[in-house]
């Protein structure tokens, strides 16, 4: 039987029943950061809270990527089977953009400022059968 891993350890909560993307915020100034860090980047205070995101917000910019992604994001696909992807940030309440790649890549139905949730879904098969689960903004 095969296991379901999260593409890296601490981007968001695996296994879940509602899965969430985890940032940290600064306990000093506010600030959250993904992925999770262990000091502020605003103001370097090493006092830093996880916290899960919420799972929708707004897209803030975006494109269509054309070429295959490099490790650790590499996926099944080959040169012969890659089908170009939009990729784009998503801005959540509270003050974070995160970067992910979308479900749609038609630019037609695309447009910065709409809705988008964040949804977890499998990403390849590792040689042992592992699924491998990552996160992607999928439009509402």
Known sequence: MS?????????????AAKPALLASRCKRCGIAAFPVASSCMAC???DVEIEELP???TLW????????????????????TFI???????????????EGRLTENDPQKLQIG???EVVFEPYRIESNGDE?????FRPV
Do not use: C, H
């Open 114 to 116: 709409m809705e988008m």
């Open 44 to 46: 370097s205070w090493q």
């Open 61 to 80: 910019t975006w494109t269509v990527q054309q070429f295959m992604p490099k490790s650790p994001y590499k996926s099944d696909e080959t040169q012969e």
């Open 3 to 15: 296991n379901q891993i999260p593409i890296a350890e601490g981007l968001f909560s695996w296994p």
């Open 132 to 136: 491998v689960i990552s996160f992607f």
């Open 84 to 98: 170009p992807y939009g990729v784009g940030y998503l801005e959540l309440p509270g003050g974070v953009r995160v």
């Open 55 to 57: 799972t929708r917000g």
